[in-house]
């Protein structure tokens, strides 16, 4: 019995080797760039909230647009079975709208159509993501996760004017 | 000495209803499928279903349960008794606890159909709270893991009786793979084990007045991202250690085969965040810290790319192919199971580079809960790997049965639709999800899809359709072999295939556990253990449950 301790790897598969960590550090590269240089951010965990009386109490008691200063909104979104409230906002071109959402009831969705907002809405948590909007048109937010029989039909319009 | 080992009949009987009841789940929960790519296509044809089937969404809660749970776990135990007792020549250590194991496997689905069927418990497979199923799902989903793990601990003892008997042998390479494929998914389980046993199960019980849902997330994918790779790995052992003999070659690297599966224990768990990228609840640097060690688990599985060529490279040039390509031509194409694989480890190409783009952190952003994301899966778990199964069931099920195959030709044929009715369903799925198209949705009652997804739409049912006829012409072939009454004769050898190089020559520390053990812990810890420590502490069981379908 041989008890040869080393490794033989083959030259192609050595290259091919460093051909992938080499691609793969690219890639990491650019998202980061991508993250935290150009600012396109997932969400991170912002506040948490009692889904049992978020409906009632705070912000999302009266759901809707707040502007904060001329082209600057915060839009307080409540989802629940099975629609979005509001269910329509309007803003100018070139807003940036910073979106603060949670859920009342189960897990839900938000995309926000032809933009890259998208993020999971779990009951107990604040969704928090900002983008500024410039071409005006009306974007539908549609519901992603699904949250019961009647998932399919839960969204809302932004129409940016 | 491979040659003349055979596994008793008791044996593989019992590796038999493994398969049975695997193939059973994957030909009811398959019936769903092309009914939702139809759905898709605008002709609906759940009204008809009643009252058997309440909705989309218990339809849809079937084929994830069933297909990606039940059929893989149930194939994935068979086949590797098979991989660990005729690699290492020796029976089960202890069949009856390996039996136990089996049977509660089959009480748990038992106990999870029931309130399937009843649409109690349409919360998909992934059955994320405050939607609350009726709590034997959650009891019956608990005893199929347990069961697989008591399977598992089978299995340890059986490889420890052989250590005791082969001293400084190299553990053989299928016996080798498959230990580490179930340490991987005991050590990944713990994630459900923990949301099931601590939140889910006494919450649905009435025990607990709530659950947290992003806990109850944070749990899932500890378990939901190594759960793929539960799944393939099997495949992989086939990819490397029987493929290559069916094709006529050999294993191009032990060693580095050896490597990849390492790698795989150590990578597969730590990255669970990558599923969360849009999570609210996850802070984000964490969520780039998964996504980089996501980048690194990749490499694992370039090494596989290139050993899997290799090895088929050399086999077909052993058949005579010649130029840079001849070889491919040169495989053996009419064997079915060889073509089931090679088509499989095709579409896995697609479904690798639609993986990257998937962990590519802020990427997601484009394709979370998208139509993309079940285009990119069926391409992975539903053709990299029930592809690769069923070209191993092509040979095993003949070698327990003793039965030929029925019609090796069709079967040859079944690979090829398939793979032609993938091509048009998931290339259709992912353009209509970077359109902007939802998952989990039945698209036909949505009022809001633009003019442009329908052309797309459509070509989801088309490839739904032909996807469906190769998936029963399989269960046909399968059936008729096994069920056959005057069938030929098989005398069917398990493929087993030779390294290039003596495995005896792969360095001891490939064939250590313990360095790797130890790594794989504290990588987890280092990955997970801040994060999990802060989501437990700051736990807050404040959603009650909701039954909303
Ligand atoms: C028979 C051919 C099949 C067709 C036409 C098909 C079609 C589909 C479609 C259209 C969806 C998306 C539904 C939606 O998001 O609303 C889906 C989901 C899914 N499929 Fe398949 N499928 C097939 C076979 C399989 C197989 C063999 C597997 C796995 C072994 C599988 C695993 C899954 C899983 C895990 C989901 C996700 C369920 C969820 O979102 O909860 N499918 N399938
Ligand atoms: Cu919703």
Redesign the pocket.
Known sequence: MTTKQSMHIDPYEKNWIRLSIGLLVMFAAAVAVAGFALGIQVPTSEQRVDPKTVAEVGPWANPGLRELSPGKYEAYVLAQTWQFMPREMTVPAGSEITFYITSKDVQHGFKLQDTNLNVQIVPGQVSKLTITIDEPGEYTYICTE?CGLAHAAMFGKLIVE | MLENYELSPGEKKFIGWHLVFGILA?SI?????????F??AGLDLYPYLQPLFKS?YQG??L??VL???V??TFFITGFLTLTVTYGLTRPLRYPKLNAVGFWMMVVGLVTTAVPLLMDEASV???FYPPMQAHWSFYLGLTLVVVGSWVEGWGFYYTYYAWRQENKGVRTPFISFSSLITMVMWQIATLGIAAEILTMLLPWSLGWIDGADPQLARTYFWFTGHPLVYF?LLPAYISWYGMLPKQAGGKLFSDSLARLAFWLFLLLSVPLGFHHQFVDPGVPAGWKFLHAILTYSVFLPSMLTAFTVVASLEYAGRQRGGKGLLGWIRALPWDDPSVTAQLLAAILFVFGGIGGLTNASYNVNLVIHNT?W??GH??LT???A??MSFMGISYWLIPYLTGKKLWKPKWAVIQSWI?FV?MII?SNA?HVVGLLGA??????GLAPYIPEEWNGHLLR?GI???I??V???LYVFIVAKTAFAKHAEPATVEIPVAEAMHDPQETPDWLDRWVPWLIGTVALILVAYGPQLIDQIANISLTSPGFKVW
Request: proline share 7%; no cysteine; glycine share 12%.
């Open positions: 699904y | 994957l929960g398959s019936l769903f499928g092309p009914l939702q790519a759905e898709h989309y849809l809660t084929h994830g297909n990606a749970l059929f893989t998909l497979y992934t799944w139509a994301v079940p899966f069926h778990v539903a053709s790997v029930t398939w009715g369903f799925m939802p998952r989990r949705t039945p698209l989801v490839g739904g359709a996807m469906f190769g998936m029963y």
